[in-house]
């Protein structure tokens, strides 16, 4: 068998604040999942998303440390439209997350905003800017931010 890639993990400081992020964006959480040290959700398509606790990570790998310094990877998330984009920025800012760059009009033709996760981690907004460059995208039927 060929390996599948199946999982995108993160390690987390504190589970319940990452998981409060990533519902905002419209991730199915159950709420007792703030307390564990492991939690992965399925995405639409099969794709899983997991984060670890740093406690649950030492466990099994004493060694282990943060990266430091820019994240070297993002999770991007496609969103309706640029107004879209605009109002989960605006709601995850004011719920006291980082924005790392506010939303712009990208030159490749997206709406485009930076985050970063609550341990650093960088998450992407984005959504064409006009009809024309959406064609082809995947329906994105999104929750309202909360």
């Known amino acids: 068998m060929t390996p599948r890639f199946d999982l995108i993990g993160t390690a987390v400081n504190d589970m319940a604040r990452t998981l409060d992020f990533y519902r905002r964006l419209g991730l199915d959480i159950p709420a007792r999942a703030d307390h564990e040290d492991h939690v992965e959700v399925t995405l639409p398509g099969g794709l899983r998303l997991a984060w670890d606790t740093v406690t649950?990570?030492?466990?099994?790998?004493?060694?282990?440390?943060?990266?430091?310094?820019?994240?070297?990877a993002s999770l991007a998330?496609?969103?309706?439209d640029p107004a879209e984009v605009d109002r989960y920025w605006t709601a995850l800012t004011e719920a006291g997350?980082?924005?790392?760059?506010?939303?712009?009009?990208?030159f490749w033709g997206q709406r485009y905003a930076i985050l970063h996760d609550p341990d650093g981690n960088g998450v992407d907004l984005f959504a064409p800017i006009d009809a024309a460059s959406a064609a082809g995208t995947p329906d994105t039927a999104s929750p309202e931010p909360s």
């Not at 990570?57 to 994240?71: D, N, Q, V, Y």
């Not at 997350?97 to 009009?105: Q, R, T």
């Open 97 to 106: 997350f980082h924005g790392e760059v506010a939303p712009w009009d990208a």
């Open 56 to 72: 649950m990570l030492r466990g099994f790998h004493p060694e282990w440390t943060p990266p430091s310094g820019s994240p070297r």
């Open 77 to 80: 998330f496609l969103c309706a």
